[in-house]
């Protein structure tokens, strides 16, 4: 692994949701919902040994989100600061990601919230620097899929939540 090497990545994802834009922002602004739906491949990740439940979710200007898991042997932890939050429009924070006591990642992501006939059009732009050659050269994509899961995920918890 090169100490020094940096990788950047851009991208976007758009899904439509059938629910409104209130509805779409609550499912991010709730630690309950957002808990229920943001993890990868259908699965929760359990919490390190000795985290001691570390965990913030504060979804204002200034607030912080965070959060650490186990997986594949490793402590990884997520580590958000909000930037802009406009209630049911859009959300802009950068996040560092870490892999044991490594930074692996800082992004920006912006997502939207669009008002689309009686549903929603989410469009989630994130940039990526992915650092020191953690998760090789293919980091951004493994990014780009691992927030497509989520997004997958998201939208079975509104049709779960709309009774679909």
Do not use: C
């Not at 000795?50 to 200034?62: D, P, Q, S, Y």
């Not at 992501?109 to 940039?127: D, N, Y």
């Amino acid at each position: 692994m090169d100490r020094h090497l940096v990788t950047h990545g851009t991208f976007a994802l758009e899904r439509t949701y059938a629910v409104p834009p209130a509805t779409v922002f609550l499912a991010f602004a709730s630690e309950h919902a957002k808990a229920s739906w943001g993890a990868t491949d259908g699965v929760d990740l359990p919490e390190p040994a000795g985290a001691g439940g570390a965990t913030a979710f504060n979804l204002r200007v200034g607030g912080r989100e965070f959060f650490t898991v186990e997986m594949d042997g490793k402590t990884y932890r997520y580590d958000a600061r909000y930037y802009d939050v406009v209630p049911d429009r859009r959300l802009v924070y950068s996040y560092e990601m870490y892999a044991d006591d490594s930074r692996i990642s800082v992004s920006l992501a912006t997502i939207e919230f669009i008002p689309s006939g009686t549903g929603t059009r989410l469009i989630w732009t994130e940039q990526g620097a992915f650092l020191d050659g953690h998760d090789g050269v293919e980091a951004p994509e493994l990014r780009r899929g691992g927030t497509a899961e989520m997004l997958d995920g998201l939208g079975h918890y509104l049709n779960r939540k709309a009774g679909r």
